[in-house]
């Protein structure tokens, strides 16, 4: 076996180990556990995580858990103590202490006043010009994409998976592009039946295959909201880009899905800093 087939194979492995965490935040990750997951030695495997994505898997499911506990304090109302013990705490202080250190503040104030809180107070009759939205005219994208079923804060899972098979083949570089496309509404549909694609922006003569599938995104002109924050604040967002920027301005949305595009790694960057496009199609 060649080293680039062998570094596919580790990295199949390696997703059925993202797979399975993404899969089972509410449980206790055993790391022999993932180790049969992925197939490999338990003296060796998470050194070989470890290597290829940059983080232990400890960081890896703290990371995601508080992700998932942010999505949580923003857009539902479940108890502090109830998130606390969903995340894998044995105490909401210890909760506390981990969710201050990432996200700057302790959950309780996260969910009075973070990002979202001032989206959705300027939503419905607000300021439509309160937050900075750009008309642009954008070029049609290829995307070598990554279907996802399910909540849209889960499409990491889809989008590790796509890092992977790109990494692995020596694809991805500095200048690659991360769009994620979101083709339904989360207050119409079912949480687990919302479609959504991870891609990565690819030239025409790409050749796109399984698990991959070619996705084009029409170009034309877009209303861009610049958002810097948590991907939590994302659905408040959209609330106020929809809700009250768009039925404020003489404009209407596009028989197009919209989508996101991601400008930094939530493994190395605070969620405080993590910025995105939201890109709504105009007629």
């Known amino acids: 076996m060649n080293k680039v087939k ?3 194979d580790y990295q199949a492995r390696l997703n059925r180990v993202i797979g399975f965490i993404h899969d089972h935040l509410d449980e206790e990750i055993d790391l022999n556990r993932l180790a049969d ?6 003296y060796h495997w998470h050194r070989i995580y ?3 994505h940059g983080e232990t898997i400890a960081a890896t499911v703290r990371r995601l858990r508080l992700h998932r506990a942010a999505g949580l304090l923003a857009n539902t109302v479940m108890p502090i103590e109830m998130v606390a013990e969903k995340s894998g705490y044995a105490s909401t202080a210890a909760f506390t202490r981990a969710f201050s250190l990432d996200y700057g503040m302790p959950p309780a104030q996260y969910r009075r006043e973070g990002g979202h809180a001032k989206f959705l107070a300027q939503s419905g009759a607000g300021d439509g010009a309160a937050f900075d939205v750009t008309i642009k005219t954008i070029p049609s994208l290829r995307l070598a994409a990554i279907y996802h079923l399910g909540s849209y804060m889960q499409i990491g ?3 590790e998976q796509l890092y992977g098979w790109f990494a692995v083949r020596g694809l991805l570089g500095t200048a690659t592009r991360s769009i994620g496309v979101y083709y339904d509404d989360p ?3 079912d949480e687990d039946a919302l479609r959504s694609r991870a891609g990565l922006v690819v030239d025409p003569g790409f050749a796109v295959q399984a698990p991959l599938i070619e996705t084009m995104i029409p170009g034309g002109r877009h209303a861009v909201l610049r958002h810097k924050g948590p991907y939590a604040t994302m659905r408040a967002a959209y609330q106020w880009l929809y809700g009250t920027w768009l039925t404020q301005h003489d404009e209407e949305p596009a028989d197009a899905p919209v989508f996101e595009e991601y ?3 939530p493994r190395d960057t605070a969620p405080a800093d993590l910025l ?3 890109c709504l199609p105009l007629r």
């Open 6 to 8: 062998e570094r596919i």
């Open 37 to 42: 997951v992925a197939c490999l030695s338990p």
């Open 50 to 52: 470890h290597a290829m």
């Open 157 to 159: 899972k889809a989008f």
């Open 187 to 189: 207050f119409s549909v």
């Open 263 to 265: 400008f930094n790694n």
């Open 276 to 278: 995105t496009d939201i």
